[in-house]
């Protein structure tokens, strides 16, 4: 089974906005596992396209890592859908989503641990 990482953000109109979602990828890719980001609105590629691309690519499994710190609507509602849509679309592939980024404690403790070393500068 080959596994791969979708990085599941937001998106945004400024492009910039993007590269801490790209440097993820290439971090993820070095360290030996691909990773693709996908952008909910604003931002190409979409989930679809990342879901097609993995699955050209012979990926039978995919993490949809969502990149957002709490579970809303879009976590919630649509995201979901989205999935519901790609199962359809490809139904040789297996679908798990990560939890929202703050609902995992070690996000928290580095969170808390960048911010209290931001009051010490």
């Known amino acids: 089974m080959s596994t791969a990482i979708i990085l599941f953000a937001h998106g945004a109109r400024d492009p910039g906005w993007a590269a801490p979602v790209h ?8 360290a030996g596992v691909r ?6 609105e604003h931002m190409q590629p979409g989930l679809e396209q990342s879901v097609d691309a993995l699955a050209s690519a012979g990926v039978t499994d995919i993490l949809i890592a969502p990149l957002f710190l709490a579970q809303g609507a879009h976590l919630k509602r649509d995201l979901p859908a989205q999935i519901e849509a790609m199962k359809h679309r490809h ?15 070690a996000v928290l ?7 209290l070393g931001q009051t010490r500068d």
């Open 23 to 30: 440097e993820l990828a290439v971090r993820l890719n070095k």
């Open 35 to 40: 990773a693709e980001p996908a952008f909910l």
């Open 91 to 105: 139904p040789s592939l297996a679908f798990r989503v990560a939890p929202a980024l703050g609902d995992d404690e």
């Open 109 to 115: 403790g580095a969170i808390v641990g960048s911010l």
